[in-house]
């Protein structure tokens, strides 16, 4: 039972353009998230956080987005770049060391 | 070193044999994590070092896997009798403390493939 989904598994976007990455989960006790990044044959890299106490957190380019009585979260990366291509994955825990992972989202950027 | 190094990079090994697998956290960091990621699957938490604290084994899927961290850095997974359902990417990742709010380092994997 998935209780971190990311439905989508890839997603393709124009250089410049918004990707709008989503994932829902299912736990109510979740209360931080992280997204990470991973590029091939490389380990996942750490993006961006949200805790429950806030609906958006925003880092140059990458901003998260929650929304608690939806159980959703999004990233959106504006505007997207041809590096940005890579898996992303949401990750939620209940305040704890112990993270659930989605399944990850493949983005492509064309130039 | 400056980042999470694990060891082998890629292992292929025959279904039965054991395999141990390494992780060098980054200097400093007290907790230890490992995780693994099955093809299309989510990473799948599998156990976690903290300091001297008694590791969360809570993750390990089964009997056949276990885990030690000698003298606080050094970590090394031991997967017995492999199966085939034990091929898999196994990703260790490091962090200053238990709470994470800034995220793990994670290193950059051990692929696992057992025939």
Redesign the interface.
């Known amino acids: 039972d998935q209780q971190v989904k990311q439905n989508s598994p890839s997603l393709s976007v124009q250089e410049g353009r918004i990707s709008i990455l989503n994932c829902d989960y299912t736990n109510s006790m979740f209360d931080y998230f992280l997204w990470y990044k991973k590029y091939p044959a490389e380990g996942p890299t750490f993006l961006i956080s949200i805790s429950s106490i806030k609906d958006k957190n925003e880092d140059g380019r990458f901003t998260v987005f929650l929304n608690k009585s939806a159980k959703h979260l999004s990233l959106h990366i504006v505007p997207s770049q041809p590096g940005d291509s890579a898996v992303y994955f949401c990750a939620a825990s209940e305040g704890t060391y112990k993270y659930i992972f989605g399944t990850g989202t493949r983005l492509k950027v064309l130039a | 070193g400056a980042g999470?190094s694990q060891s082998p990079s890629n292992k292929v090994t025959e279904k039965g044999k054991d395999v141990e697998l390494r992780c060098d956290p980054i200097s400093g960091h007290t907790?230890l994590?490992w995780?693994r990621q099955s093809l299309?699957?989510?990473?799948?938490?599998l156990i976690?070092f903290?300091g001297n604290s008694a590791p969360?084994k809570s993750?390990l899927p089964s009997d056949r896997f276990s885990a030690e961290r000698t003298g606080g850095s050094v970590s090394t997974l031991t997967i017995q009798r492999t199966q085939q359902e034990d091929s898999a990417v196994y990703?260790c990742?490091s962090?200053l403390g238990?709470?994470?709010?800034?995220?793990?380092?994670?290193?950059?994997?051990t692929r696992l493939t057992v025939v």
């Open positions: 999470v907790a994590y995780y299309g699957q989510g990473l799948e938490f976690y903290q969360d993750g990703l990742a962090s238990s709470t994470i709010n800034y995220g793990y380092t994670f290193g950059s994997g």
